[in-house]
């Protein structure tokens, strides 16, 4: 045990990376393929961009988290919150509650429920008078049951009809508003270019197991910290449909959701499309309920990475044609094609690695590649830790684990990108057939 321990922290030997160290002019001048693809290509596109938040961080906080503006009650503008989902009873109470109770009183609430089999109506209902049990709870509830099942697209298009608010909030029934967080959202709208603001997405179901853990280190990383980076920069290019807000004429003049695809991305692309930005706030935080099982994280990833491929190659791909858009959604265009490079420039890193040093030299390798990966991770929770306080430290340990956790995962995201690019069980259980049948074929 004691040997296996050596040999597998020796890559943090002190004196072999002194020896690095003093490697390091001769390696940046080489043409080695190796050093190139593991790690300089890593650092440049993740690990460089989180060091910049963390130094604008140490440096200005008010860049990361701005003063809220002091607003009289009669200058806040309506907000509609709009939520649509299918058999919610587990959530959408709790749901309601969170937005009545967050602090904003100019708010309205819309659930359209898409013909659910349980008691979601009943307990929607219920939920409106639980908070202050005031009828003014009850009539800013606005709940509209369907008699068909039309898919939460459609749904929430129905909700957006309906809505009234010069601004509107599209959250999963699962997701609770967190005390404080409407006046956060709508601080970036004083820009008139900014078309929506995705929320702070955090992990309310952290605690249950491993898994959720996981998600929540993945979270602060994905949702967090990428997307304050690229607000800052203005190449964000989604609005999670976990947590977001935009111009109620906007969206309406946009005609909502496309029904049959990812909602959330294909109404982001189409903001951009008509040129406007998408920001990120920090303190807008929305707490959302992860997946618990190996079955269903692997589902709703599939269904991501589906609609990834769906969305930005096939519908949108002229997005593709630089320049059409302005410059900063070419740079959003390409960044489908950079988060396909740096597992491919991974690759060519080990397979050169492996015909230098054979396969007899493939664990040193793998080792070496491990604790390369998990430096990057850590700069980056760390960075994230700092910046906006996730993920919880308890949770840092399993920086160790999130590599073989990515790897996990990437096995159903290569199956469903290959199954959407040769169109193999293209209709998805998430949109009724019925929709199928009624939409442009992508």
Known sequence: MNGFLHYFLSALDPMSNLGFSRAFPKLMTSALPSWWFEVVLPVALVVAPAVLVWLAYVVKPSLVRPPPLARPRQAEPLVSVVTAGRNESATIGQCIRGALSCGYSNLEFIFVDDNSTDDSVAIARRAALSVTRSR???????????????????????????????????????????????????????????????????????????????????????????KFFQSKIFVMDIISGMGGIFRGEIIR??????????????????????????????????????????????????????????????????????????????????QLAVRLLIPVTLLIGLFWAFSQHGFEGAPEVVLTFYWILVMFLLVRILVARDVANTPKLVNFPLIFLYP???????????????????RIGAKHHYVPDHIWEEIPWW
């Open 404 to 422: 073989f956790y990515v790897l996990w995962l990437e096995m159903p995201n290569i199956y469903a990108e290959w199954s959407e690019l040769f």
């Open 253 to 334: 003049r946009l005609g909502g959701f496309d029904t049959g695809l990812g909602d959330d991305r294909d109404l982001s692309t189409m903001l951009l499309k008509q040129r406007f930005r998408l920001a990120f706030s920090n303190d807008a935080v929305v707490w959302t309920t992860v997946p618990e099982t190996r079955y269903h994280l692997w589902r709703q990833r599939m269904r991501w990475r589906r609609n990834i491929i769906k969305i930005r190659i096939s519908k949108h791909r002229d997005m593709f044609l630089l320049g059409r858009y302005g410059f900063a959604n070419a740079v959003i265009a390409m």
């Open 136 to 226: 003014h709870d009850t009539e800013r509830v606005r709940i509209f049951p369907s008699p068909r099942r039309n898919g939460k697209a459609s749904s929430l298009n129905i909700g957006i009809r309906m809505a009234r608010g010069e601004f509107i909030v599209i959250h999963d029934a699962d997701s609770i508003i967190q005390y404080g967080a409407i006046q956060h959202w709508l601080l970036p709208f004083a820009d008139p270019r900014v078309g929506g603001v995705a929320a702070n997405i955090r992990v309310d179901n952290s605690t249950v197991n491993l898994l959720t853990r996981l998600q929540e280190v993945e979270y602060a990383m994905k949702f967090t910290l990428a």
